[in-house]
């Protein structure tokens, strides 16, 4: 049978509240008493019941993770982030997806209803204020993720998109690609959004006279090797690709390595993200730098914060600065600058969260 609390209770010789006072950690008992009742816990491998817990604290010491998908480097980061510092503060973490969109993530939010004590929202297509209004439960500490959605109830941290895609067009313009391509991403995502406006901003100020190149990719490697391909077929070829996210720029080296041409002697290429892959190709993945493990940190820090302040507005729009990371794709280096294996890193903007009160 099972260990019970009382079995601890009789074996530390002390009452039943006093072990649940020990083990909760909140207070009550000697120091010498919680460090004897931990070991005898320990020792008969007593498990306090979590149900029977969340009856009496209204807490599940668990948050959840929606996220539109669960597969690649980016999205394994941000639940690596979110994890670790869930973990740091005691917590368990519940992870779905929405697949399929707004119906799966419908689905999946009524499954944590009850189950988690808040939740952060990676934005997905169909996941809007309307959505949130009708499926996010009132009153559940709540963080979006890169969205667009403001005025609601939930706290917003987004990525500087707009900021960081400037950078790296003013780093390719610089080093003398004028004529840069843009390989998009899907157009009912918000990142994707803010890095076209960003790369359509920076080329009208920073090459006025160069063609406008958008090339349609869904983030995808496999979107970005015919990127890569459709591309090569253009006349001219264009100095320069900008992938919106480091998985598409992948696919695009491989087109370009298939066709023979040498990245970066004949045709320049960067990323965005900094997934860790991005380092390891051949030649290194010059990008735009996310710090997607601090991202998800950060949003589990805002999520804590609304937890311990039930009733105050979480209504809120933080966003998270970006680097430069520049590497041998963009061919910074065919000049003798750093050598083959040294990366550069270049701040764009802050990298700490700043605040703005959202609209309403």
Do not use: W
């Not at 491989?254 to 960067?270: M, S």
Request: include cysteine; hydrophobic fraction near 45%.
């Amino acid at each position: 049978m099972a260990t019970t609390i009382k079995d601890v209770a009789r074996e530390a010789k002390v009452s039943v509240a006093s072990v649940s006072r020990a083990l909760n950690g909140s207070g009550g008992v000697t120091a010498a008493t919680e460090r004897r009742v931990r070991e005898v816990a320990a020792r008969l491998r007593y498990v306090p019941h979590g149900a029977a817990r969340s009856l009496i604290t209204r807490r599940t010491h668990t948050i959840g993770a929606l996220l539109p998908d669960l597969h690649g480097e980016f999205f394994s980061e941000l639940i690596r982030g979110i994890d670790l510092e869930a973990r740091a503060r005691g917590l368990h973490l519940l992870v779905s997806s929405s697949h399929n969109g707004a119906d799966d993530a419908a689905v999946a939010l009524r499954a944590m209803q009850g189950r988690v004590d808040g939740i952060v929202i990676l934005s997905s297509p169909g996941v809007d204020a309307d959505f949130l209004r009708a499926n996010l439960p009132e009153g559940l500490p709540s963080v979006l993720l890169n969205s667009d959605v403001q005025g609601g109830s939930a706290a917003v941290l987004n990525i500087d998109n707009v900021a960081g895609t400037c950078a790296m067009v003013r780093h390719l313009v610089g080093l003398g690609h004028a004529d840069i391509a843009f390989v998009s991403g899907p157009k009912d995502n918000f990142d994707a959004r803010q890095r076209e406006a960003g790369f359509r901003a920076a080329m009208a100020k920073l090459a006025p006279k160069a063609p406008l190149r958008i090339v349609a990719g869904n983030f995808s490697e496999s979107s970005g090797y015919l990127a890569g391909r459709e591309l090569l077929a253009a006349k001219p070829r264009p100095q320069a690709v900008f992938a919106a996210n480091d998985m598409m720029a992948v696919g695009c080296l491989q087109a370009f390595k298939e066709a023979g041409l040498a990245v970066p002697g004949d045709i320049a290429l960067a990323g965005f993200d900094d997934i860790p892959i991005a380092r390891y190709v051949t030649p290194p993945l010059s990008t735009v730098r996310v710090r997607i493990a601090e991202l998800g940190k950060n949003a589990m820090d805002l999520l804590a914060d609304l937890m311990d302040r039930p009733g105050v507005s979480a209504a809120s729009v933080h966003t998270l600065g970006c680097d430069i990371v520049v590497r041998e794709s963009c061919g910074a280096h065919r000049n003798g600058g750093a050598t083959a294996r040294t990366s550069k890193t270049t701040k764009t903007t802050k990298t700490r969260p700043t605040t703005h009160s959202s609209p309403r």
